[in-house]
């Protein structure tokens, strides 16, 4: 099963929004609404930004967002805050019944 | 509070066996389905295996099928990976997961603190 592909890097200002692509096949993204997307700050354990294409967990904040279309998934941060400075990561069920991830995008807030 | 604590990381030669934990508490353990999820230095998250809530199904990551072994013990609230023939490209810190829902292992949406594993000769 081979990774999502994520670009390696994004960055904006503080106020801005940026978006986080994610692509992968039919056989995951374009197959299933069952993309996430998760924010990793160094030494800290993944959080789980978004489920199910769009959906948000209790607690995150409504400035992230989620959409897919076709084969490719994205994530639009608005409002752009220093704290949002992290590691980014997509993940897709498969058609295999396993979970695959992203490459991995360094959001970089300028 | 959900608790998952992992325990078990260690330096080992290639060829070698390990068997990783994660205690849980904060939740009905025996309801959740639950993952195994790793991260190599400076690279980035790998999904690795996942199980049933009962333990009768059982999901691989291609890189370590018929390597790894997951299970669970649901009357001590824990989960366990067994790790055997070991690579090199084993070494990373190991999290477990739980999913957002007891159904659908694919929501990992608490996470332990992981456990390194450094597989070297």
Same mark, same amino acid.
């Given at each position: 099963?081979?990774?999502?592909?994520?670009?390696?890097?994004?960055?904006?200002?503080?106020?801005?929004?940026?978006?986080?692509?994610?692509?992968?096949?039919?056989?995951?993204?374009?197959?299933?609404?069952?993309?996430?997307?998760?924010?990793?700050?160094?030494?800290?354990?993944?959080?789980?930004?978004?489920?199910?294409?769009?959906?948000?967990?209790?607690?995150?904040?409504?400035?992230?967002?989620?959409?897919?279309?076709?084969?490719?998934?994205?994530?639009?941060?608005?409002?752009?805050?220093?704290?949002?400075?992290?590691?980014?990561?997509?993940?897709?069920?498969?058609?295999?019944?396993?979970?695959?991830?992203?490459?991995?995008?360094?959001?970089?807030?300028? | 509070?959900?608790?998952?604590?992992?325990?078990?990381?260690?330096?080992?030669? @290639? =060829?070698?066996? /390990?068997?990783?934990?994660? &205690?849980? $508490? *904060?939740?009905?353990?025996?309801?959740?389905?639950?993952?195994? #999820?790793?991260?190599? @230095? =400076?690279?980035? /998250?790998?999904?690795?295996? &996942?199980? $049933? *809530?009962?333990?009768?199904?059982?999901?691989?990551?291609?890189? #370590?099928?018929?390597?790894?072994?997951?299970?669970?013990?649901?009357?001590?609230?824990?989960?366990?990976?067994?790790?055997?023939?070991?690579?090199?490209?084993?070494?990373?810190?190991?999290?477990?997961?739980?999913?957002?829902?007891?159904?659908?292992?694919?929501?990992?949406?608490?996470?332990?603190?992981?456990?390194?594993?450094?597989?070297?000769?």
């Amino acid at each position: 099963q081979s990774a999502l592909t994520q670009p390696a890097s994004v960055s904006g200002s503080p106020g801005q929004s940026i978006t986080i692509s994610c692509t992968g096949t039919r056989s995951d993204v374009g197959g299933y609404n069952y993309v996430s997307w998760y924010q990793h700050h160094p030494d800290k354990a993944p959080k789980l930004m978004i489920y199910d294409v769009s959906n948000r967990p209790s607690g995150v904040s409504n400035r992230f967002s989620g959409s897919k279309s076709g084969n490719t998934a994205s994530l639009t941060i608005s409002g752009l805050q220093a704290e949002d400075e992290a590691d980014y990561y997509c993940a897709s069920y498969t058609s295999s019944s396993t979970h695959v991830f992203g490459g991995g995008t360094k959001l970089t807030v300028l | 509070e959900v608790q998952l604590v992992e325990s078990g990381g260690d330096l080992l030669q @290639p =060829g070698g066996s /390990l068997r990783l934990s994660c &205690a849980a $508490s *904060g939740f009905t353990f025996s309801s959740y389905a639950m993952s195994w #999820v790793r991260q190599a @230095p =400076g690279k980035g /998250l790998e999904w690795v295996s &996942a199980i $049933s *809530g009962t333990g009768a199904g059982t999901f691989y990551a291609d890189s #370590v099928k018929g390597r790894f072994t997951i299970s669970r013990d649901n009357s001590k609230n824990t989960l366990y990976l067994q790790m055997n023939s070991l690579r090199a490209e084993d070494t990373a810190v190991y999290y477990c997961a739980k999913p957002l829902y007891s159904s659908g292992w694919w929501r990992p949406d608490s996470w332990g603190q992981g456990t390194l594993v450094t597989v070297s000769s």
